[in-house]
């Protein structure tokens, strides 16, 4: 069993930064794949961004430039630094680790970003 827990989010003007943190404990493996996801009212679940065990990573091209993701593997912690926030970034943001056998969500932080 593995459980993500997420904090960090809010509101923010636009133009401003958050950064999101997701904690996982419990059976982790040395070689998985971290992610955030984000889910805007109205609209399917999208890939924000991921995080290999060594540190690849690989943004969705709305993204690209304005976050970055990285992850602390010694406290099994995944982060998320998004700058110059648009209003379409407002959504529920969730964790998302997978490894063998394993894919687990977060119970989602929300972002809310005002025009």
């Known amino acids: 069993q593995v459980q993500l827990v997420e904090s960090g989010g809010g509101l923010v003007q636009a133009g401003g930064s958050l950064r999101l943190s997701c904690a996982a404990s419990?059976?982790?493996?040395?070689?998985?794949?971290m992610a955030w996801y984000r889910q805007a009212p109205g609209k399917q679940r999208e890939l924000v961004a991921t995080i290999t065990h060594g540190g690849t990573t690989n943004f969705a091209d709305s993204v690209k430039g304005r976050f970055t993701i990285s992850r602390d593997n010694t406290k099994n912690t995944v982060y998320l630094q998004m700058n110059s926030l648009k209003p379409e970034d407002t959504a529920v943001y969730y964790c998302n680790l997978r490894q063998v056998a394993l894919d687990a969500w977060g119970q989602g932080t929300q972002v809310t970003v005002s025009s």
């Open positions: 419990g059976t982790i493996f040395s070689i998985n794949v």
